[in-house]
């Protein structure tokens, strides 16, 4: 299943794809009443959503059709458009985006890296597909994209085991890390160059576990206007889904509807000699395989 949340009669509401993402229908109409798709993560039985299909069909052979909408003609809201804690994220997660990194900041990004770097990323809403990003050009001169794999918790994680990891998660979306590097690096930490408003683009969409397969076999990709820029697979990336969640809930409670974004390929602008900084009128498409694209332009 794909999940939406979507802009629908002047309010943000919850559609359900059985078919890839090309049609949906409003929960409602397949007798579900969550508030919103945090509620829908925490508390929703996965057989009872996918019975929805069922629904349809029935309601269609009994001559009552229920409304079903185009994905592609709805306005789309980030799936989890304000996240019940500060996303957990990944820095440095990928071979070839670590020795970019150093290339561009030896002293902010450079040396040994024995472990994990995790840090938070404060998210008080998400821009959703085709959303611009604001620049933030008053306090902003070096604005980067970073494309990233969002795991989505479905359940409370206390001390996983990375072999058992996988079966907490809910689902996976797409995150674009937006990054202001000038404040990255000032700081020599990444809260506020990573957690100004506007700079966690979501979406389009979750795509259940289920339909995911091997989320560290996906392509990641991220294009600026028409120029193709990062390109990898997650299976290349340096820490595991599985370690990562039994890495964090040795000693943190993973609460259901938490989120992770777990880091980025090579190809982000500070990466390129001179770097490609994002400006006002650039259009980012990021997209991972099996969930879709997440295109946004910067104001």
């Known amino acids: ?170 689902g996976y979306t797409v995150i674009n890390d937006i990054s202001a590097r000038n404040l990255q690096t000032r700081h020599r930490q990444w809260y506020l160059g990573k957690g100004l408003d506007g700079f966690t683009p979501m979406g389009p969409c979750i795509t259940t576990a289920d339909e995911i397969g091997d989320p560290e076999d996906l392509a990641i990709s991220c294009r600026i206007n028409d120029e193709l820029r990062q390109n990898s697979n997650t299976g290349l990336m340096i820490q595991t889904i599985g370690g990562a969640i039994e890495e964090l809930s040795a000693g943190m409670t993973l609460q259901a509807g938490t989120i992770i974004a777990m880091g980025t390929p090579s190809g982000v602008g500070m990466g390129f000699d001179p770097p490609k900084f994002l400006k006002h009128g650039d259009v980012m498409h990021c997209y991972i395989e099996k969930i879709g694209e997440l295109t946004n332009p910067i104001d």
């Open 1 to 170: 299943m794909r999940l939406y949340t979507v802009e629908h009669e002047g309010s943000e509401r919850i559609m359900i794809s059985y078919d890839g993402g090309k049609t949906a229908y409003l929960q409602e109409d397949l007798g579900f009443c969550f508030t919103d798709m945090t509620d829908l993560v925490c508390h929703a039985d996965l057989k009872a959503l996918k019975a929805g299909e069922q629904i349809a069909a029935n309601a269609a052979a009994a001559g009552n059709a229920l409304p079903v909408y185009d994905t592609a003609s709805l306005k789309l809201h980030a799936p989890i458009v304000r996240p019940r804690q500060d996303v957990v994220c990944l820095g440095i997660n990928y071979t070839e985006h670590a020795e970019e990194a150093g290339k561009y900041n030896k002293e902010a990004f450079g040396g040994d890296r024995p472990a994990t770097i995790y840090f938070s990323k404060r998210v008080s809403y998400a821009p959703g597909h085709m959303e611009p990003v604001p620049s933030h050009a008053d306090i902003v001169d070096r604005l980067d994209y970073e494309c990233e794999l969002g795991v989505i918790l479905g359940k409370d994680a206390v001390r996983v085991k990375r072999e058992d990891a996988l079966d907490y998660v809910f």
